[in-house]
């Protein structure tokens, strides 16, 4: 069974601070894996997204990493803004599934000024 | 640009009760899905579409049902609403991997 772990489940860092989130899947074949952010009342939006062949991806502060033989990504914020406090959630594709994905529960992530 | 558009963005039914979600999108995707969210949990998939005249299951179909007479409509049919059904509905449309989500429609069943 296709599964997405995420953690940790919520963290609460310090405005300024770096911070990573961690990702583990199990998809195969594995097709590509995204990164998104959900601020509270509002859908998903994507931060980066990276094939087979990509080790690392970065959007501004957000920098994410995979590990296609150990099957993990990690998603690592630096300096750390009041704004980045939201949900981030990990999906992962398979090339066979007709565009579907597996989604990740999420962490939640708190910036305290 | 609108996207993928939501409406209504709030509804409250009484059990029993029907009701239709509606999602557009104008970026011309084929592929949409319909998401629900349950509170601090992850998105489940409802019900997805590959292209107009096309659908089918996700990982929790029951009590819903879906239609896709146009690339940009995908219209979300809740039958005899139940209060399982509370959540949050996000519709989404995909295209070269990333997916374009809508704004959401925030459901209570009382």
């Known amino acids: 069974k296709n599964q997405v772990e995420q953690s940790p489940q919520s963290l609460i860092i310090l405005e300024g601070k770096n911070c990573t989130l961690q990702c583990n899947y199990t998809v195969s074949p594995f097709s590509n894996l995204r990164w998104y952010k959900q601020d509270t009342g509002r859908g998903p939006v994507s931060l980066t997204i990276?094939?087979?062949?990509?080790n690392t991806k970065s959007n501004g502060r957000y920098t994410a990493t995979l590990d296609a033989d150990t099957k993990q990504s990690s998603l690592h914020i630096t300096a750390s803004q009041l704004s980045d406090s939201a949900s981030y959630i990990c999906?992962?594709?398979?090339?066979?599934?007709?565009?579907?994905?597996?989604f990740g529960d999420g962490t939640t992530l708190t910036v305290k000024p | 640009n609108a996207g993928v558009t939501q409406t209504p963005k709030f509804r409250i039914l009484k059990i029993g009760q029907s009701m239709t979600l509606q999602c557009t999108q104008d970026m011309n995707h084929n592929y949409m899905y319909w998401y629900r969210q349950d509170p601090g949990m992850g998105l489940k998939l409802i019900y997805y579409?590959?292209?107009?005249?096309?659908?089918d299951k996700g990982e929790v179909p029951n009590g819903y049902n879906v239609s896709r007479s146009t690339t940009e409509d995908f219209p979300l049919r809740l039958e005899l609403a139940a209060p399982s059904q509370t959540s949050v509905y996000f519709c989404?449309?995909?295209?070269?991997?990333?997916?374009?989500f809508g704004a959401g429609t925030r459901l209570s069943v009382l």
């Open positions: 989404a449309s995909n295209r070269e991997g990333i997916q374009y």
């Open positions: 579409s590959v292209g107009a005249g096309i659908t």
């Open positions: 990276m094939t087979f062949s990509e």
């Open positions: 999906v992962v594709s398979s090339n066979t599934n007709a565009g579907k994905s597996t």
